[in-house]
């Protein structure tokens, strides 16, 4: 998706498109696979645009978001994804957790 | 049904019937326990597998494979809108009738021969049926499982002839809970399966008890559910029922959320307490009223939790597969987002959820890795793990009634 483009007032956030990821297994493994350096420039890059952007992004119904909307959405949810990462653990994974790559996702709704 | 508000004496001093003393450590490994639960247990009483959710059209249905009952439930919604469970089984030679896990459709057809079933089970048509010997097709449809639905939950019961209906079996449990929104918090849910190399009963004491919070959850969960009034997250409430249990978790309004933290707590309640009213929910949930009060553990026996808090909850099953394996599903139900805030909100409440989990996991295996060395013969419960002593207490008291023996082991 990363040639893909974000709504023109987030164009300062397209260098982190590859982030732009559909499901919760994608943004596990990219942040599984980050590392912390690459993990926490997206989270600064992120972190002080995430309030605008939900704020954009409220004119939307979720289910009928345009294409680079949605893709805007996205990258707040891998905001989501990698803020335990940052705040909590220090490293990309649960510090002495069970293997995330374990777990099947699955989502209804 | 025994409720308690305040702690001036332990929990333990008013269920004196559990005892105080250790826990063998030898009902985690043995095969022989492992076939007595097996038997006495999970093949008579009513296990959750699933909610109506997950059917909501009639020829809507999945499939729950339990092997602990040494079967595999085909839950269907027919097109008189009433939900059935059957064994998943043709008639003929016994191959599964439905492969996929879920789906929908109009009727079931054997893939073996072809043979057809309603979704009311008859069998509706064979192919070259002329060509059998006295088959009477009114007798060959799929073989029903007892199954009923409680506040949206659905549940299956093996034994061909259950001993209780479910209102019996859930009891003042189940009335208690009445009146909390499981159908408009339900209609979105996020779920993982694992299987674990643990005891099923490894896997679900773990969540039985908060003792753990403060130090396992140190990390995930700083402040979150500790304070310096209540350091080691002690409960607020304890009830227990003849098969089920409930406690309710302390929580500190006072925590600083992290930053992206702030961002989710403005557009609505997490998993952490934040913005909440511990007062809103209806009369069975925080039963205590306690104003630190952040959720409630419901346990149901025997391996199904419901955890319920403002405007979401979450629920785990934990299915044995064999004495030293069990698939560990947990389900986040949250209600349907429809703005971009909403849908974030709830994306960091799911991942720090089970980012919380995946801590609780690892110690069941290096746990359960431990239990056939023998090395400890007994484990010790404190005040706090009384759901855990519950909880082994009615696995035993099942067998023993069944067996008429004392104990297995």
């Known amino acids: 998706m990363s040639d893909a483009t974000l709504p023109a007032s987030f164009s300062d956030l397209q260098p982190w498109t590859s982030w732009a990821l559909a499901t919760e297994r994608e943004r596990s493994d990219k942040r599984q696979a980050s590392s912390m350096e690459e993990i926490l420039v997206f989270y600064n890059a992120l972190l002080p645009r995430a309030e605008a952007a939900l704020e954009y992004l409220e004119q939307y119904p979720l289910e009928r978001m345009p294409a680079d909307a949605n893709m805007l959405l996205l990258l707040t949810l891998s905001l989501a994804e990698v803020a335990p990462a940052v705040e909590l653990f220090g490293q990309p994974g649960v510090v002495d957790g069970y293997d995330v790559r374990r777990f099947q996702p699955e989502r209804r709704g | ?226 304070s310096q009034s209540n350091p080691h997250n002690q409960i607020l409430d304890l009830r227990l029922y003849p098969y089920h249990g409930t406690i309710s978790l302390y929580g500190n309004a006072d925590v600083k959320p992290s930053p992206v933290g702030s961002i989710a707590f403005r557009h609505g309640a997490s998993l952490i307490r934040q913005n909440f009213d511990p007062n809103a929910p209806p009369p069975g949930v925080n039963p205590g009223r306690h104003e630190d009060w952040t959720l409630d553990l419901n346990t149901v026996f025997p391996s199904f939790f419901i955890d319920v808090s403002e405007g979401s909850y979450f629920t785990h099953n934990f ?82 009634r069944a067996t008429g023996t004392h104990a297995h082991v």
């Open chain 2, 1 to 226: 049904m025994d409720g308690s508000s305040s702690n001036d004496t332990t929990w333990h001093s008013k269920h004196p019937h559990l005892g105080t003393g250790p826990l063998p450590t030898n009902v985690f490994t043995c095969e022989n326990q492992f076939q007595l639960e097996r038997e006495h247990i999970f093949k008579k009483l009513w296990l959750n597998v699933g909610r109506v959710e997950q059917i909501p059209e009639p020829g809507n249905y999945f499939v729950q494979d339990i092997a602990m009952c040494q079967t595999s439930i085909l839950v269907v919604r027919g097109k008189d809108g009433e939900v059935r469970a059957f064994h998943n089984m043709c008639s003929h030679r016994g191959n599964k009738v439905a492969w996929d896990k879920h789906g929908s459709c109009k009727a079931f057809t054997c893939k073996f021969h072809g043979w057809t079933y309603g979704l009311d089970g008859t069998l509706r048509s064979v192919p070259d049926e002329k060509n059998f010997f006295d088959l009477d097709t009114s007798k060959l449809g799929l073989t029903l499982v007892a199954c009923d639905v409680w506040e949206g939950f659905i549940f299956i019961n093996v034994d061909p002839q259950p001993a209780e209906d479910l209102t019996s079996f859930l009891g003042e449990f189940g009335t208690r809970l009445h009146g909390y929104p499981f159908a408009d918090i339900s209609t979105s849910s996020a779920s993982w399966t694992t299987e674990v190399n643990a005891n099923w009963k490894v896997v679900k004491d773990a969540f039985l008890e908060t003792y753990h919070v403060a130090f396992l959850h140190g990390r995930s969960l700083p402040d979150s559910f500790t």
């Open chain 2, 319 to 400: 299915w044995p597969v064999a004495v030293d394996r069990t698939i560990w599903h947990s389900t986040q139900y949250f209600p349907k987002a429809q703005t971009a805030s909403q849908r974030f909100t709830q994306e960091y409440g799911h991942v720090l959820f089970r980012d919380i989990i995946l801590e609780d996991g690892r110690t069941l295996e290096e746990t359960h890795s431990m239990l056939a060395s023998g090395a400890k013969k007994e484990f010790y419960l404190q005040d706090e793990e009384i759901l855990v002593r519950h909880s082994h207490h009615v696995i035993q008291q099942m067998i023993e």
